[in-house]
């Protein structure tokens, strides 16, 4: 399995930007299509974003399309976020997922291994 460590979350104000990352070790994260979820304290973890071993090919829950892109460098096994335009309703812990084969999935299930979580807050 490979091991998920988030960082680059933090207090921001609204229509600010925050760039997360997300580092893999144990397997070459090449080989792992990769995600970003949520959870906002009392609701359910959800899709936020998701990226191919490629990289070419990437989804976005529509609350974030436009304001958010995800993008990998598989050579120094690391999966961005970079938010921008952020609203206190991105508020949440954001966890980093890799699922090792198929596509982008957009349920936790789809996925093999989780990062700790990183979290993000946004005030006004």
């Known amino acids: 399995q490979v091991q998920l460590v988030e960082s680059g979350g933090g207090l921001v104000r609204a229509g600010d930007s925050l760039r997360l990352s997300c580092l893999a070790s144990?397997?070459?994260?090449?080989?792992?299509?990769m995600g970003w979820f949520r959870q906002a304290r009392g609701k359910e973890r959800e899709f936020v974003s998701g990226i191919i071993c490629r990289g070419d090919i990437t989804n976005y829950a529509d609350s974030v399309k436009g304001r958010f892109t995800i993008s990998r460098d598989n050579a120094k096994n690391t999966v961005y976020l970079q938010m921008n335009s952020l609203k206190p309703e991105d508020t949440a812990v954001y966890y980093c997922?890799?699922?090792?084969?198929?596509?982008?999935?957009?349920?936790?299930?789809?996925?093999?291994?989780w990062g700790q979580g990183t979290q993000v807050t946004v005030s006004l």
């Open positions: 144990g397997r070459t994260v090449g080989f792992y299509t």
């Open positions: 997922a890799a699922r090792r084969l198929g596509g982008i999935g957009l349920g936790e299930a789809d996925y093999d291994s």
